[in-house]
């Protein structure tokens, strides 16, 4: 008996040492978490201030590096190589477990870190091909000697960072998962560019648009899925002249044999709210006579951030912004001569492909009347605490087979199984970051369409300003020759009248320089009139926010920064101007209640600006989406076939020149519904959710409350989010701000001698949590307010906002 209660004495603390430090589920390995030596403890961050010497090896020189009052580094080297070094070095010191996690997320290999609940996600992106065209960039690059050495440098100096840890030292992150960081390779940079290419261009509609063509046939689609809005701003002014030879375009296929199937498939779509604004102003418009740019790119918005600040300086380039944690070079921002931003072009990049196979082995696929052999690769997949799963993704012609599945209804192949394969320009061959890299040595207009030569995806619009007093916008990229419509429709895979026709040549793209109007810019509408002779897609994101930052611009003079700014910022809606005084007044007062009718009231007198005070925004809002659901829902809304609804702007169409469409009916009702019946309906929603979640009419009403803006953490883990920030703008304003999308960096950039940058993100420069700068800049962006950039000529400028000096030192 002694000798049992002794064993069990023993077993006990060998079994709480067991459990402390495994990882269960979700609960970090809580002896590891809680460790005073180890655990979280040690991420608690103090101001560092002092200068330090870091000696590493691999440097050909030493690099001096000057960290700012937000921390951003501004880093001098000798060489290349060392420049990039450094980069690298810095942004994992700041942001390792954002690029791991990103890069893990790109290539499917969140598994291994989080178990069995990602494995649908890896499958997802494996199939997708991320790491398929990943291999192809790093392929690319060895015809261009500079950019791979610049990308290995970032790698060697990313793993120069790793070497200097222990395991006391790793993010807070890689403690609560519990798991350690790799070695950094190419191509995780390769993936990580990938994957800003997914998020900007890898939604597809097609097969919702073909469900749609299958119920409802082409008059109708045609004329609720026009390819020409009925309004529109576009980004190339309407009636420049098209200086080069057009070549001859490709022809449509004389049948599309895929428009006979409906499709249960659920796709990923297309996120309303991914976009951007740029514009840049020439110096007539201008206070000091130079021009002004601003951009400010729309994605999701995460704690760490999507951007990482930085200035590069080496022998031929200074160049200051942001770039993509992951990645070398400045993405968007200016040097000592021009000043650069992006915005998505919305170009028509990602089609789908119906496959049709020789049987369930998937060996084979029919293509222009014979039998093509598919390319398997096998991909596996690692789960942590799990098996290894291999899935095989068949590889066809145009790309791979996303998703397989049984024969849908109506098919007149019953018994052959079937695919949808993707054609998507992500996966071509690139050398992107030759773009950034030119850019930032870039002295002139000439050096700027050089350099865009080099871009392939997604496709951009590149805004440009110089100090010669040159202004100009170029819908850049790969941009796929087709015939008019091609990819509207999920096209049969068979036909070779469907591949593909080569590119739009790149000097052929859209651009403009030196407008007559003295300013250009993009908000993802349509990059070109109809005059443009090349087909780019049938839609684009609406008309609001271009019109109206066309609108200010045009009557702008003596601009200065503070102009800029104000409007980035701007909350009006260009959508309420259109369509609530309409909506109003064919509200019948005397079939509400009193609290019903004092909303009207106040949504009648609200200025149309989605400012984070106004109750009329949150009324507006929620009234308009409400009547968009009921306007479309009850014919779009199939379980077995997936459609999408019809535009907004297809629907403010509607509403303001269609009053006795049959749209407006219910066809889930017996009686037959109006225009007016659905605003009132609609209304009346609007105002009881709101009091359902709010109560009374009171100043919980107000904007910013009911839109709830917040900054999540990357990974979704509880407390390390911003919380609900107070602020106002809306989709359809120019401040772009959603609950979880908006202006993830505000940017504008004074050219003149000297040049100036200001700029904000919703963060900080560090990806720590427990740092003080987590978060720093967020309240500065929530105002709506910017920093200026520090922009140093050389190491040893002198400025009061310098707190701290490091060297990495050749070893």
């Known amino acids: ?14 079994a709480l040492i067991i459990i402390l430090n495994t990882k269960a589920g979700s609960i970090p390995p809580l002896g590891k978490f809680f460790d005073p030596y180890r655990g979280f403890w040690n991420n608690a961050e103090q101001h560092a201030t002092a200068d330090d010497a870091i000696p590493l090896k691999g440097l050909k020189g030493d690099v001096k590096i000057t960290l700012d009052d937000h921390m951003i580094p501004h880093i001098f080297a000798q060489n290349d190589y060392d420049l990039y070094f450094a980069q690298g070095y810095m942004t994992a010191m700041h942001r390792l477990w954002q690029m791991d996690f990103q890069s893990r997320y790109a290539g499917g290999r969140l598994s291994e870190v989080v178990g069995e609940k990602a494995l649908e996600l890896d499958r997802y992106q494996r199939r997708m091909g991320m790491v398929y065209g990943a291999e192809n960039m790093l392929k690319e690059l060895e015809k261009h000697p500079e950019i791979k050495a610049a990308i290995y440098a970032y790698a060697d100096g990313v793993n120069a960072y790793i070497k200097t840890l222990k395991p006391a030292d790793y993010p807070i992150e890689f403690k609560i ?14 993936l990580l560019l990938k994957l800003m290419s997914a998020t900007l261009a890898g939604g597809s509609d097609e097969l919702y648009m073909s469900n749609a063509l299958k119920k409802f046939g082409k008059e109708t689609i045609d004329n609720l899925f026009p390819d020409v809005p009925f309004r529109a701003d576009p980004i190339i002014p309407a009636g420049t002249k098209w200086d080069f030879k057009r070549l001859p375009l490709p022809m449509p296929p004389d ?10 498939v659920r796709t990923r779509q297309k996120k309303e709210g991914i976009g951007s604004n740029n514009w840049a102003i020439s110096g007539s418009k201008t206070a000091s006579g130079y021009p002004l740019l601003a951009n400010d790119p729309h994605l999701e918005l995460s704690l760490p951030s999507i951007w990482y600040q930085v200035q590069l300086s080496a022998p031929g380039s200074n160049s200051c912004g942001v770039s993509i944690p992951g990645a070398p070079c400045v993405i968007i921002g200016f040097n000592q001569d021009i000043a650069w931003g992006v915005t998505n072009v919305d170009a028509d990049v990602l089609d789908f ?12 696929y029919r293509y222009n009347n014979i039998w093509k052999k598919t390319q398997p690769r096998l991909e596996k997949i690692v789960v942590r605490g799990g098996a290894t799963i291999t899935d095989t993704v068949f590889y066809t ?4 087979v996303v ?3 049984k024969p849908a209804r109506f098919s007149k192949a019953q018994n052959v199984p079937q695919g949808y394969a993707m054609r998507w320009i992500a996966h071509d061959p690139s050398a992107d970051v030759a773009t950034f890299y030119y850019l930032n040595r870039a002295h002139n207009y000439s050096d700027y369409r050089k350099a865009l030569t080099y871009y392939t995806a997604p496709a951009q619009n590149f805004v440009f300003a110089d100090n010669e007093n040159n202004i100009a916008i170029t819908a850049n990229g790969y941009i796929p020759m087709k015939w008019h419509g091609q990819g509207k429709y999920l096209l049969d895979g068979s036909l070779p009248e469907n591949d593909w026709h080569g590119r739009i040549p790149a000097e052929q793209n859209p651009y403009v320089r030196n407008p007559k109007r003295n300013f250009v810019s993009s908000a993802n509408q349509p990059s070109a009139d109809n ?8 839609e684009f994101s609406g008309y609001e926010r271009a019109h109206r930052i066309n609108t200010r611009l045009t009557t702008m003079s003596k601009a200065d920064v503070d102009s800029m700014r104000a409007l980035q910022n701007d909350n009006y809606s260009v959508l309420a101007k259109e369509v609530l005084p309409l909506m109003t007044q064919l509200v019948n007062t005397e079939l509400l209640n009193a609290s019903q009718r004092r909303a009207l009231n106040i949504v009648k007198n609200w200025n149309m600006k989605f400012d984070a005070g106004q109750i009329g925004a949150s009324i507006f809002e929620i009234w308009q989406k409400n009547l968009y659901n009921r306007i479309w829902a009850d014919d779009f809304n199939d379980k077995q076939a997936f459609m999408r609804f019809p535009s907004r702007d297809r629907t403010v169409e509607l509403l303001t020149r269609e009053p006795a469409s049959h749209w407006f009916d219910d066809v889930s009702t017996p009686e037959k519904e109006t225009r007016e019946d659905l605003i009132i309906a609609s209304f009346k929603t609007a105002v009881d959710s709101l009091e359902r979640r709010f109560g009374p009419l009171n100043k919980k009403w107000k904007w910013a409350y009911v839109k709830q803006s917040r900054v999540s953490h990357l990974a979704k883990i509880g407390g390390f989010g911003s919380g609900v920030l107070l602020n106002g703008g809306s989709k359809t304003s120019v401040n772009a701000l959603g609950e979880s999308h908006g202006p993830s960096w505000r940017m504008v950039v004074a050219l003149g001698k000297p040049v100036k940058g200001f700029g904000v993100f919703p963060g900080g420069q560090s990806g720590n949590p427990g740092s003080f700068y987590y978060d720093d800049m967020i309240d500065t962006w929530t105002k709506g307010k910017l920093n200026e950039l520090l922009f140093l000529q050389s190491a040893s400028q002198k400025n009061n906002r310098i707190i701290r000096h490091l060297t990495l030192q050749k070893q």
């Open 397 to 400: 012609h145009h790309g791979p």
């Open 531 to 538: 005059t443009y002779p090349y087909y780019i897609n049938w």
């Open 403 to 405: 998703y397989t599945s």
């Open 255 to 264: 049948s599309q044999q895929a428009e006979e199937f409906l499709s249960s």
């Open 177 to 190: 998962l519990d798991y350690k960081p790799e070695k950094w390779e190419p191509i995780n940079t390769a």
């Open 1 to 14: 008996m002694k000798i049992l209660k002794a064993t069990i004495i023993l077993l006990l603390p060998v």
């Open 353 to 364: 492909y119906k496959i049709r196979f020789r049987d369930s082995a998937f060996k084979e």
